[in-house]
C-alpha cells in the first residue's frame, strides 16, 4: 500500500491501482499484468513502482503513477508465488514454487542472485507434482535478514508437511537459521512478518486448525504459540503501527485481529531462610 493509492491482483491476472483516500469505487488504473492469476503484488519503500508475480512464471514492475511496465523479469520456470522489495529499494527478490528465491537489481532489471529456500520445496513421487513453495517473505527493518515461510516434507496435496521459515542472512545469502515449531503439526506456514522489535510472527495451518508462532531470531524453537478458535489457517498476517495488533487473514474469509501483551511480571517470593 502506498500513502494516497493502494495495489491490487485478481485471479484473472489483472493490477488494480486505487486511490486510497477518496473512496471512490472505480480504480485509478486496471489492466491485465498476467496470463492467469496474480499471486502477489509488493510496493517499493518510495511508493513509485509496483511488482507483481503470478502462474504465468513472470515477474513485472509497474509504474504506481500510470500503470506502465517498467521491467519484465525472466527466469522461473513455475509458478511464482512471491515477491518483494528490500528496504533499500535497489533489489527486489521473488520466490516460486519450487523455492528459487531470485535476487533482481530494480535499477537495471538485471539478475544478481539465487538464494536457495529448496528445503521448502519437494516433489511428490505418489502424486507428481511439485510440492511446497515459498508461501511467505519478509525483511526485517534493516534489511539484513529475510525470512521465508512455508513447509517441509510431503503429508499429501493440500499439505506440504511441516512449517518452518528459514532465515537468511541477506549479505551472504546464507541460511541462517531454520524456524520451527516447539511441536510438529502438519501445516504450512503461510505468512511471516518481523515485528519492529526484532522477533519474527508467522501465520499458518491446515484444514484442520490454525496457528500463530513467535520466534526471536536468536532460537530456532518459538518462544510461543496460539492455537485459533476457528478451524480455518491463517494465510497472511501483517503487523498494526502500534505495534501490538496483529491482523491474521483467514481461509473462512475472515480478518481477525489480536492483541499482543507480555504477561505481568510476579513479584518474586522471599528467600527462604
Not at 133 to 162: P, T, Y
Not at 182 to 202: L, M, Q, R, Y
Request: charged share 25%; net charge neutral.
Amino acid at each position: 500500500m502506498m500513502a494516497k493509492r493502494l495495489a491490487t491482483g485478481d485471479f484473472v491476472g489483472r493490477l488494480m491501482i486505487w486511490n486510497n483516500r477518496s473512496g471512490e469505487p472505480a480504480p485509478i488504473h486496471s489492466f491485465e499484468a498476467h496470463k492467469g492469476s496474480i499471486r502477489k503484488v509488493a510496493v517499493s519503500p518510495d511508493g513509485q513502482l509496483v511488482a507483481s508475480v503470478g502462474n504465468d512464471n513472470m515477474v513485472r514492475v509497474w509504474s504506481a503513477a500510470d500503470g506502465k511496465l517498467i521491467h519484465e523479469f525472466k527466469g522461473h520456470d513455475c509458478h511464482v508465488y512471491n515477491v518483494a522489495f528490500h528496504p533499500d529499494g535497489k533489489s527486489l527478490i521473488s520466490a516460486d514454487l519450487k523455492c528459487r528465491v531470485l535476487h533482481w537489481d530494480v535499477k537495471t532489471g538485471k539478475q544478481v542472485r539465487e538464494v536457495d529456500a529448496s528445503l521448502l520445496h519437494t516433489y511428490s513421487i505418489k502424486y507428481t507434482v511439485d510440492v511446497g513453495g515459498v508461501r511467505g517473505m519478509d525483511f526485517n527493518a534493516d534489511g539484513s535478514l529475510l525470512a521465508c515461510a512455508g513447509a517441509i516434507g510431503e503429508k499429501g496435496i493440500a499439505h506440504s508437511g511441516n512449517a518452518r521459515v528459514l532465515l537468511f542472512n541477506w549479505q551472504s545469502g546464507k541460511l541462517q537459521k531454520e524456524l520451527k515449531p516447539e511441536k510438529d503439526e502438519v501445516c504450512t506456514a503461510w505468512g511471516v512478518k518481523f515485528h519492529p522489535d526484532g522477533f519474527i510472527v508467522s501465520s499458518g495451518g491446515s484444514r484442520t486448525g490454525g496457528f500463530l508462532w513467535f520466534w526471536t531470531a536468536d532460537e530456532d524453537v518459538a518462544f510461543h504459540m496460539l492455537r485459533f478458535k476457528q478451524r480455518a489457517p491463517g494465510f497472511d498476517v501483517d503487523i498494526a503501527p502500534n505495534q501490538k495488533t496483529l491482523a491474521v487473514a483467514n481461509h473462512d474469509g475472515a480478518i481477525r485481529l489480536y492483541k499482543m501483551e507480555t504477561e505481568p511480571k510476579t513479584e518474586e517470593e522471599p528467600a527462604k531462610t
